[in-house]
């Protein structure tokens, strides 16, 4: 189990951080020729393309992925994958329509007058196209087609940034350069991800397979409704009580915040597959633990680099209207991880078909997020979002988890795991706030990094015989 996860986690992993890097590349550009109230706009409409992905074919890629992994017979397999296909064509085409007819009430309701026309329609085809793609890219997920995987997302990555580079550096389209090329991006992954699965999809539906998939992601619909509740509304509410000023500005924090969370990419797409294969297995529980060690070990690392030059990288990377993202970062990163994290790592509820739990610890956590931001916003801006943002996350992982470990028992290493995340927040509180720390700050940050590295060893949050079975498999890998 190990050894398939690491084969596929590397290769899933990989796009993200090509993904992420190029993101970063394009961090300097975006800030300059936008203003923050323009990242605001770009920040909130991709907030309600995340909120129609999430809610507009009741996530039926949830029911798709637990009945399609176990299913043996592959023709079965088959009326699976075509009747969720064209289901979701059908839900997408339908609210692109009536979004078209009505979109000057739309583009008001969801960013207000600003909105540019071509802006909103060009995303909604984005969104149709991109819609599909997210299907499909899962299928081969599904398929343990790592490989192909990874170079869907590197076809889409390279694109859309070089696409996007070129028509906001030499056509000067800005806001609209970029939505451009997202939708540029998705079209070039569309004609390729249709190529790989041409022997997946058939002309074939089933209305009682269809009515089985949905039977299972309907509650998750709710929990997929919080979901997007706890990762955006605090957009929502900058933009009504402060500004679009500052929702740019969380924005930024929050996209460089995502760099932390890049292992866990590549772990959530690898491992749910493999659990949902194996998790009768005895071993099972004792491999996801020592996985879930490993992924700890990475994202503390992540958080401590990212933490510990965040004033720098801002610095390097954007204009001074974009500097108060530094205030958010040290609550968004661990708030990004924990927001995924349960799905992988308390996987109880998915793998008994127990999905209202989830459903129910979301709704309970986007009503508490509602009231924290209502009460925090107002009065601390954009930090009280971020606090409220962890909290809340750390709420439904710690809700999750509990429930989870009542249906499937995960023997985790809470004391290794726990003492080196204190010994990380330790590290950037002291180096960030000391002022005679902040001449040698660089060498301190290595030190510490370094320091923390040994302390996981000496914990055994990681050993040696791992870190060397994890090199190995590195170097003699080749995409």
């Avoid at 000057?104 to 909103?120: D, H, L, S, T």
């Avoid at 609209?176 to 002309?203: A, D, E, R």
């Avoid at 297995?281 to 070990?297: L, N, V």
């Amino acid at each position: 189990m190990v050894k398939n996860f690491f084969k596929d986690s590397f290769y899933y992993t990989i796009p993200s951080f090509l993904s992420k890097g190029l993101s970063i590349f394009l961090i300097p550009l975006y800030t300059k020729v936008l203003n923050p109230s323009d990242y605001g706009i770009l920040d909130i409409f991709l907030a309600y393309l995340a909120f129609i992905n999430m809610t507009i074919t009741v996530d039926i890629i949830s029911g798709l992925a637990r009945f399609y992994i176990q299913e043996k017979d592959k023709n079965i397999k088959t009326v699976y994958a075509s009747t969720s296909l064209y289901f979701t064509a059908f839900c997408y085409s339908i609210f692109i329509i009536l979004n078209f007819i009505f979109f000057k009430e739309v583009a008001n309701f969801v960013i207000g007058p600003k909105v540019q026309r071509y802006f909103f329609e060009i995303g909604l085809v984005y969104l149709w196209i991109n819609g599909l793609n997210y299907l499909y890219t899962n299928q081969l997920r599904f398929d343990s087609r790592s490989k192909d995987h990874a170079k869907v997302n590197i076809l889409n990555t390279l694109v859309t940034v070089f696409s996007s580079f070129i028509l906001i550096v030499i056509f000067k389209y800005k806001l609209l350069g970029i939505i451009l090329g997202y939708l540029i991006g998705s079209i070039f992954t569309f004609v390729y991800v249709i190529h790989l699965n041409k022997n997946i999809f058939k002309l074939v539906f089933s209305f009682t397979y269809l009515k089985q998939m949905l039977t299972f992601s309907f509650p998750l619909l709710f929990s997929g409704i919080s979901v997007w509740i706890n990762l955006y509304i605090d957009r929502i509410m900058l933009n009504h009580f402060v500004s679009l000023d500052q929702v740019g500005i969380f924005g930024l924090g929050s996209r460089i915040s995502s760099i932390a969370g890049i292992f866990l990419i590549g772990v959530q797409a690898s491992l749910g597959p493999i659990i949902y294969e194996k998790f009768e297995d005895d071993e099972t529980p004792k491999k996801i633990a020592q996985i879930f060690r490993y992924f700890i070990f990475l994202s503390l690392i992540a958080y401590l680099i990212v933490c510990l030059l965040s004033n720098e990288l801002l610095e390097f990377f954007t204009t001074k209207a974009y500097l108060n993202a530094n205030t958010v970062i040290y609550f968004l990163i661990p708030a990004s991880i924990l927001s995924q994290c349960y799905s992988v790592f308390a996987p109880g509820p998915w793998i008994y078909k127990k999905s209202k739990f989830v459903m129910w610890t979301n709704i309970i956590g986007s009503i508490f997020n509602i009231l924290m931001n209502l009460l925090l916003i107002p009065n601390f801006g954009i930090v009280g979002a971020a606090i409220s943002t962890l909290t809340i996350h750390l709420f439904i992982f710690i809700a999750n988890l509990i429930i989870s470990q009542r249906l499937y028992k995960i023997p985790y290493q809470w004391k290794q795991i726990i003492s080196s995340l204190i010994f990380a927040i330790i590290a950037i509180v002291i180096i960030n706030n000391l002022n005679f720390i902040k001449e040698y700050k660089l060498i301190f940050s290595i030190f510490s990094i370094l320091l923390f590295f040994a302390f996981s060893l000496y914990v055994n949050l990681i050993n040696y015989s791992e870190l060397k079975l994890l090199k190995r498999y590195i170097l003699k890998r080749k995409i």
